[in-house]
């Protein structure tokens, strides 16, 4: 049996130890799944996919959770698309399906499940990622289907870039631009400017309707958010 190698990036160490335990659990089924690394920001998971590639037993699948500190999931996942554009990608996030999944497969991802997911659902996927495939739920491929028929038309938060969803996800979150900018590496001013553009396409005017938006936008029914 081929071994699976997998390098988990989550920065919760709790998280880390029960997906360790998930797939090393013989009642799963999965003894060919080992997770030979782990990192806790962005930048530690482009370093360590670097270091491991180099070496004769390469990985063959990254586990990459959205909500990383330093670099996010998101732009982590572009990072390896160029890098390393044959190593499968499965995101993971506490956000539901409808709202991350289908710009995660878009960007690249071969697929996208939820940290919540039963242990038998979780194995499957890394097995069929790994093995070159694309792991897509019903739900998923609900929100995929919809997105290709809106794809001609998009508005609202559809129509958010990727650096511009970065900024609206951060914004909603409470956080003021000196912090996005912090976060993002992006300068105060160009911030500012991502969030003009957001409240535009969005139909908002300050940070309370776009909040309020959010809420209204973002929830299970509304695919691609």
Known sequence: MNSIRVLLGDDHRIVREGLK?????????????EVVAEAA???QVLTQVAELQSQPGKLHLVLLDIALPERDGLDVLQALRQAWPQLPVLML???PERQYAVRCIQLGASG???????????VAAVRKVAGGGLYVTPSTAEALAAAAGQAAGKT?????????????????AGHAVSEIG???NL?????????????EKTGTRNDVELALYAQQHTKPGVPGV
Do not use: C, W
């Open 41 to 43: 920001t962005g930048p």
């Open 156 to 172: 609202g938060v559809q129509a958010l870039s990727h650096r511009e969803h970065q900024v609206f996800r951060l914004l909603i």
């Open 93 to 95: 996030s506490t956000y």
């Open 182 to 184: 912090a976060q993002l």
């Open 187 to 199: 300068a105060a001013n160009t911030v500012s400017t991502y969030r003009a553009r957001i409240l």
């Open 112 to 122: 996208y499940l939820n940290k919540g997911a039963d242990p038998l659902d979780m």
């Open 21 to 33: 335990q998930v797939l090393a659990d013989p009642a799963n089924g999965a003894p060919e799944i």
